[in-house]
């Protein structure tokens, strides 16, 4: 075992010098129909805002975004603010986002954050205070869990990690810590040589750290409130599959502590607003509609008349119609419902109901609902899932949709159809003889500006 000290992280070493490392270049592969979690709306913020925001919170204002072709230029135009890296080679993982990034920061400390893993700022400051102590060369934070999850385990003797296991499969846990990509390294260029001696493969990282753990005390910071019981553990929020933005929204909308309502609203005297609800600009709730908090309502967006919208995230110029009901669930921008029930759902942006859809959120066994991911049926740990629907998507009258069942982007549902499995992108959906035919949707979908002409003739603005 060998030690690394360093005077300067002896004493008086400053949080705002610490260079920090936000992986944000994963292609979303698994988040489908939907795509580029980085930037999906929720709640008035996204994943590069929520992370940026939190790391910012805690004093680490020193950020650089690691992304690829693929999204860096929509991050850039919306976050201009932020340095930016391009990963060349996507099939390195983080390895390949690491050896493109570290020659240029020396023997500086660094923190690597993924941007997937949603924590409270105090895991930030935790890592960096565990850094403190001469002998420890590197921290990562770890969570303690009850099932299994799919990521890296860390095997630990006291608080010093020996070994990390990445999936080893439900049953053969080596422990009951699951790594979150929230890791601090006191010298980036040892770090950078163990990647170069890793092999060229998509868990290069992980295989460079168990080299290092042979060679350096790297200590496991447990993620939770300091001199708090086990039930009070602090929220983490992994985001990997469409689903687990459903699993986000209670952390995101418990922030909001009372009602926020922006002076251009409108409510009408027999609405009700219950609860800590966010009312954005422009936004309008009509007679006799609820909206029951936590609640997020998006600039311009409209609660018609004897509409529900409860825990919920709606986004920015959607239409909540005439006795609707949405429940615990996600809608990006341009979403519209017409007497419509959408239940614990998450939907892309310019997607419209016709009246009298509905998607089924439960199974009638009330047991745990499945979903299909890259042909592997996943466990997603909920007993109550609606559908992910992609952007651009129409879906005709009385659409019924079944619990865990997605649907593709640029996506038409004729009317009286029971999607009852998922629906590939740019797909046409009718009902023959009680089964769903899927063929090539060869229609143009309206754009969002089309919609929005449409709502100022019938609604106003």
């Known amino acids: 075992m060998?030690?690394?000290?360093?005077?300067?992280?002896?004493?008086?070493?400053?949080?705002?010098?610490?260079?920090?490392?936000?992986?944000?270049?994963?292609?979303?592969?698994?988040?489908?129909p939907l795509s580029e979690?980085?930037?999906?709306?929720?709640?008035?913020?996204?994943?590069?805002?929520?992370?940026?925001?939190?790391?910012?919170?805690?004093?680490?204002?020193?950020?650089?975004?690691?992304?690829?072709?693929?999204?860096?230029?929509?991050?850039?135009?919306k976050y201009p603010e932020f340095s930016t890296v391009e990963q060349k080679d996507l099939s390195l993982g983080m390895r390949g986002a690491l050896l493109d990034t570290l020659p240029d920061i020396g023997t500086e400390p660094v923190m690597i954050v993924c941007v997937n893993d949603v924590i409270d700022p105090s895991a930030y400051k935790n890592l960096i205070d565990k850094c403190e102590s001469p002998d420890v060369q590197g921290a990562l934070l770890a969570q303690k869990v009850d099932r299994y999850f799919p990521g890296g385990y860390?095997?630990?003797?006291?608080?010093?990690?020996?070994?990390?296991?990445?999936?080893?499969?439900?049953?053969n846990e080596p422990s009951d810590l699951v790594n979150i990509v929230a890791h601090v390294h006191k010298d980036s260029s040892v770090l950078l040589e163990a990647l170069k001696q890793a092999p060229a493969?998509?868990?290069g990282y992980e295989i460079a750290l168990d080299q290092l753990f042979k060679k350096y005390i790297y200590s496991a910071v447990p993620y939770e409130s300091v001199g708090t019981p086990r039930q009070?553990?602090?929220?983490?929020?992994?985001?990997?599959y469409p689903w687990h933005m459903l699993n986000l929204l209670p952390i995101l909308l418990a922030e909001a502590k009372e009602q926020k309502i922006h002076e251009s609203a409108q409510v009408h005297p027999t609405a009700v607003i219950d609860g800590p609800v966010i009312l954005s600009e422009g936004v309008k709730i009509f007679p006799h509609a609820t909206v029951r908090g936590p609640c997020y309502i998006g600039p311009?967006?409209?609660?018609?008349?004897?509409?529900?919208?409860?825990?919920?995230?709606?986004?920015?110029?959607?239409?909540?119609?005439?006795?609707?009901?949405?429940k615990a669930s996600v809608f990006a921008d341009h979403v519209w419902t017409h007497t419509t029930y959408v239940g614990d759902s998450v939907v892309g942006s310019?997607?419209?109901?016709?009246?009298?859809?509905?998607?089924?959120?439960?199974?009638?066994?009330?047991?745990?609902?499945?979903?299909?991911?890259k042909g592997e049926k996943i466990k997603t740990g909920l007993n109550k899932l609606g559908t992910i629907i992609g952007t651009d998507c129409r879906l005709g009258i009385h659409t019924g949709i079944n619990p865990g069942v997605k649907i593709g982007s640029g996506t038409f549902?004729?009317?009286?159809?029971?999607?009852?499995?998922?629906v590939p992108d740019k797909s046409f959906v009718t009902m023959k003889k009680d089964e769903m035919k899927v063929r090539e949707n060869k229609i143009g979908v309206p754009g969002a500006e089309k919609r929005e002409g449409f709502r100022n003739k019938t609604i106003g603005n």
């Open 2 to 32: 060998s030690a690394i000290r360093f005077p300067h992280w002896a004493f008086g070493f400053r949080i705002s010098s610490m260079k920090v490392l936000l992986l944000i270049a994963g292609k979303s592969v698994r988040f489908w």
């Open 37 to 77: 979690k980085t930037l999906f709306p929720i709640c008035g913020t996204d994943l590069l805002k929520t992370t940026t925001g939190r790391l910012k919170s805690a004093g680490l204002t020193d950020i650089t975004l690691i992304g690829g072709a693929h999204n860096l230029e929509l991050v850039k135009e």
């Open 154 to 171: 860390l095997n630990i003797d006291g608080e010093r990690i020996t070994r990390i296991i990445e999936k080893p499969g439900e049953g």
């Open 201 to 203: 493969k998509d868990d």
């Open 232 to 240: 009070s553990q602090l929220p983490w929020q992994a985001i990997k």
């Open 300 to 326: 311009r967006s409209i609660v018609a008349n004897n509409a529900l919208v409860r825990d919920s995230s709606i986004g920015s110029d959607c239409v909540v119609g005439y006795s609707s009901e949405v």
């Open 350 to 373: 310019n997607v419209s109901f016709g009246a009298g859809s509905a998607t089924g959120n439960l199974r009638l066994d009330e047991a745990e609902i499945s979903s299909v991911i």
């Open 413 to 422: 549902i004729s009317s009286h159809v029971l999607v009852s499995e998922d």
